[in-house]
C-alpha cells in the first residue's frame, strides 16, 4: 500500500528560482470527489495513471501506474475535467528537503504553490524564506478543485 504526506504552501518572491530546473506538466482529472480522485499526467513523453484517496491530516493512499503517451493525450484531450492543469514544475533543494514549486497557467495563471512530501506527519523542515501561507488545509488549492474552480474564477 502506498502512502503521501504531503504539505501545501503559498510562495512569496522569485528567490526561489535561483537554481530550479522547471518541466512543463499537464495534469487532468477524471474523476475528482472528496474520496478519491483518478489523475493524468503528462511530462514531457512520460505519462502516468494516478488514483489517491482521501485525506486524513496530511497523508492519503496514492498509486501511480505508467501509460503509454498516446493514451495520456487522449484522455487529456477527450475525457478531463475542464481546464486541464497547466503548469510549470520546479524542483528546489532547501535544507534536506526537495520542495516542487508549481507555477501554473492559463485559468490558474499567477498561482505559485510549493510542495513538500514528508516521510511522517511530524517530520521537521526548515522553512526557506520564500515560504508564505500554508494552504495544506484549504482545498481550494488540491489541483483536483483547480480543474474544476480555476484560481483566475476566485
Given at each position: 500500500?502506498?502512502?503521501?504526506?504531503?504539505?501545501?504552501?503559498?510562495?512569496?518572491?522569485?528567490?526561489?528560482?535561483?537554481?530550479?530546473?522547471?518541466?512543463?506538466?499537464?495534469?487532468?482529472?477524471?474523476?475528482?470527489?472528496?474520496?478519491?480522485?483518478?489523475?493524468?499526467?503528462?511530462?514531457?513523453?512520460?505519462?502516468?495513471?494516478?488514483?489517491k484517496g482521501a485525506s486524513t491530516?496530511?497523508?492519503?493512499?496514492?498509486?501511480?501506474?505508467?501509460?503509454?503517451?498516446?493514451?495520456?493525450?487522449?484522455?487529456?484531450?477527450?475525457?478531463?475535467i475542464r481546464p486541464v492543469i497547466?503548469?510549470?514544475?520546479?524542483?528546489?533543494?532547501?535544507?534536506?528537503?526537495?520542495?516542487?514549486?508549481?507555477?501554473?497557467?492559463?485559468?490558474?495563471?499567477?498561482?505559485?504553490?510549493?510542495?513538500?512530501?514528508?516521510?511522517?506527519?511530524?517530520?521537521?523542515?526548515?522553512?526557506?524564506?520564500?515560504?508564505?501561507?500554508?494552504?495544506?488545509?484549504?482545498?481550494?488549492?488540491?489541483?483536483?478543485?483547480?480543474?474544476?474552480?480555476p484560481f483566475s474564477r476566485w
Amino acid at each position: 500500500m502506498a502512502t503521501e504526506t504531503e504539505r501545501k504552501f503559498l510562495v512569496t518572491g522569485d528567490d526561489w528560482r535561483k537554481g530550479s530546473r522547471g518541466r512543463r506538466v499537464r495534469q487532468g482529472y477524471l474523476s475528482a470527489d472528496s474520496e478519491r480522485s483518478v489523475r493524468v499526467r503528462l511530462v514531457g513523453d512520460d505519462a502516468c495513471l494516478t488514483v489517491k484517496g482521501a485525506s486524513t491530516g496530511w497523508t492519503r493512499l496514492e498509486f501511480e501506474y505508467p501509460i503509454p503517451t498516446q493514451d495520456a493525450l487522449h484522455l487529456l484531450d477527450e475525457l478531463c475535467i475542464r481546464p486541464v492543469i497547466d503548469k510549470t514544475r520546479h524542483d528546489v533543494r532547501y535544507g534536506m528537503h526537495r520542495w516542487e514549486i508549481d507555477e501554473f497557467h492559463g485559468a490558474n495563471e499567477g498561482l505559485v504553490i510549493a510542495e513538500i512530501e514528508l516521510a511522517a506527519e511530524d517530520e521537521r523542515f526548515e522553512r526557506p524564506p520564500w515560504l508564505g501561507a500554508e494552504v495544506s488545509d484549504d482545498p481550494r488549492y488540491y489541483n483536483a478543485n483547480l480543474a474544476r474552480h480555476p484560481f483566475s474564477r476566485w
